[in-house]
C-alpha cells in the first residue's frame, strides 16, 4: 500500500511559479512510476506529467516547455514545478502512483492516488 500526500498548491497570477510536492509513503517509492494529472469544474481528468523509475519523462504538450517533473528518490517524493502559469492551468493537481516500469500516461494504469491539490491562477 501507498499513501501520497499533495502539498504545495494555491493561488497564483497569470506568469506565476509554483511547485507541488507529492510525498510517499512505502520503501518501494524509487521503482514507481509517478505522474501528475489534474482536473479543472466540468472537465475531464487529463495527464499532465509522468516520470519513472530511471528518470524518464513525458509532458502533455499543453504544459511542455513550463512544467518539469522530478523525483527525489532519497525524500520518496515527486516534484511538479509549474512555471509561466495561465488561468487554463487552474485545477485540483493529484499525484499518483504505478507499479509499471514505463512512464505512463493514462489513469488506469496508476495504482495508487492522492487527494488532490487545488491550483488557481488568476488573470
Known amino acids: 500500500q501507498v499513501q501520497l500526500v499533495e502539498s504545495g498548491g494555491g493561488l497564483v497570477q497569470a506568469g506565476g511559479s509554483l511547485r507541488l510536492s507529492c510525498a510517499a509513503s512505502g520503501r518501494t517509492f524509487s521503482t514507481y512510476a509517478m505522474g501528475w494529472f489534474r482536473q479543472a469544474p466540468g472537465k475531464e481528468r487529463e495527464f499532465v506529467s509522468a516520470i519513472n523509475w530511471s528518470g524518464g519523462t513525458r509532458y502533455a504538450d499543453s504544459v511542455k516547455g513550463r512544467f518539469t517533473i522530478s523525483r527525489d528518490n532519497a525524500k520518496n517524493t515527486v516534484y511538479l514545478q509549474m512555471n509561466s502559469l495561465k488561468p487554463e492551468d487552474t485545477a485540483v493537481y493529484s499525484c499518483?502512483?504505478?507499479?509499471?516500469?514505463?512512464?505512463?500516461?493514462?489513469?488506469?494504469?496508476?495504482?495508487?492516488w492522492g487527494q488532490g491539490t487545488q491550483v488557481t491562477v488568476s488573470s
Open positions: 499518483a502512483a504505478s507499479q509499471s516500469p514505463w512512464v505512463v500516461t493514462t489513469p488506469p494504469a496508476y495504482n495508487y
